[in-house]
């Protein structure tokens, strides 16, 4: 079992950048893929980005693509989500998330292990 803890939510202007951590305990994190999604209050859970264990492969869903990347540190045990040119549909709760899985990154049922979640708010 993975634990995760976000960090580096917070209040930003439409067209800054926040940069998200996520910091996991347990040996095996280093195995699995690692994803991040959202939730905006009244809204499902949906994806936002995944990298693989090894960070040589990453997915993004087109609402963020060429806006945010994912990346990750296997010394550290932390992953990252960078926010660029935020707007305010990106306002939401942000949750990193763990998987062993090899596929379906972009559902959430696929990642058997969650962090508690960092609020992302952009103000016009």
């Known amino acids: 079992q993975v634990q995760l803890v976000e960090s580096g939510g917070g209040l930003v202007q439409a067209g800054g950048s926040l940069r998200l951590s996520c910091a996991a305990s347990?040996?095996?994190?280093?195995?699995?893929?690692m994803g991040w999604f959202r939730q905006a209050p009244g809204k499902e859970r949906e994806f936002v980005a995944a990298i693989s264990w090894t960070g040589g492969v990453d997915y993004y869903s087109d609402s963020v693509k060429f806006r945010f990347i994912i990346s990750r540190d296997s010394a550290s045990n932390t992953g990252y989500l960078q926010m660029n040119r935020l707007k305010l549909d990106d306002t939401a709760v942000y949750y990193c998330?763990?998987?062993?899985?090899?596929?379906?990154?972009?559902?959430?049922?696929?990642?058997?292990?969650w962090g508690q979640g960092t609020q992302v708010t952009v103000s016009s």
């Open positions: 998330a763990a998987t062993p899985y090899g596929g379906n990154w972009d559902r959430w049922s696929t990642y058997p292990d």
């Open positions: 347990g040996r095996t994190f280093r195995m699995r893929a």
